[in-house]
């Protein structure tokens, strides 16, 4: 039976970067009943970004490096926050894995293995955050990927032992809100429409939207969660209106993007809550590998 995570991450591996509008290459795609189907079976169920990084990758050739943000958490106390931001930084991980820059890894690790302390779920972390930066100092990208992503659900795993399963959700959440971020912004720069069908995850994001919805008042009211809530039931309705052409897809995407972008921006607490804007697409000649910038 297909759990929540094998039935997402096998449709994120099947469409690859081909598109909704590019005729079917012999994969078979979830059917309707598997998509209402999927369990999600535990908290730890959610594809990691990570995951549809690696889905993007090949056909679409991001400039990683590009896409590196600064490892820097946030200076708070408030452990809703603190849960969020683990989340980002989780992701923002992949990308600098995805970058081969070791140092960036290595001061992300740092980053999440102080949050950890800080929400009191650290006490079997240590030896993660060697391995990652002994991988790190290795080049050692695959084992390097692995190991942030076994860091990433022993956070979680611990937080579910302690009773903090409220926290995890939140984790899961912004991780993907943050993957997201990147995800449609790697598509808003190529000039065809490759990669929507990726990001098209309206089952997943309805998911999250009601494990958001389901926290207790005291943490669902903050004002931080509430608007991560609500831009995930709002991105529901958006994703699952796309398909039409490329062009409204476009606009729909970069909708996505401002609104994970800003909020990203917040659990972070960067100066300047406005999203950076999205570089139009290149030229279908150009390429975004190596040092060349979209």
């Known amino acids: 039976m297909l759990t929540g995570r094998n039935i997402v991450l096998s449709a994120l591996l099947a469409c690859g970067c081909h598109g909704v509008y590019a005729e079917s290459s012999g994969n078979s795609p979830m059917t309707e009943s598997q998509k209402k189907g999927a369990l999600f079976s535990d908290d730890l169920s959610i594809p990691s970004a990570g995951e549809v990084f690696a889905a993007l990758n090949a056909p679409c050739h991001p400039n990683w490096v590009t ?74 990208w695959d084992s390097l990927a692995a190991e942030l992503e076994a860091t990433e659900n022993e956070i979680k795993t611990t937080m579910r032992d302690q009773k903090d399963r409220n926290l995890i959700v939140l984790t899961s959440a912004a991780a993907w809100l943050r993957g997201t971020e990147v995800a449609t912004q790697i598509v808003l720069i190529d000039p065809n429409p490759q990669g929507i069908s990726v990001i098209r995850q309206p089952e997943l994001a309805r998911h999250l939207a009601m494990q958001l919805d389901g926290l207790p008042p005291r943490m669902k009211n903050k004002p931080l969660v509430a608007k991560v809530q609500q831009t995930f039931s709002e991105m529901v309705t958006i994703l699952d209106s796309m398909g039409a052409t490329p062009e409204s897809d476009r606009s729909k995407l970069l909708q996505i993007h401002d609104a994970a972008a800003g909020l990203v921006k917040e659990i972070m607490n960067v100066s300047g809550g406005t999203p950076s804007p999205v570089p139009s697409p290149v030229p279908a000649a150009a390429t975004m590998q190596g040092g060349t910038k979209p």
């Open 67 to 140: 896409l590196l943000t600064p490892a820097t958490a946030p200076v708070t106390t408030d452990r809703a926050q603190l849960a969020l931001a683990v989340g980002v930084l989780a992701a923002n991980g992949y990308i600098a894995v995805e970058a081969q820059d070791g140092q960036q890894v290595k001061n992300i690790g740092r980053e999440m293995m102080s949050l950890a302390k800080a929400l009191g779920v650290s006490e079997n972390l240590m030896g993660r955050g060697s391995s990652l930066i002994e991988f790190a100092e290795d080049n050692a």
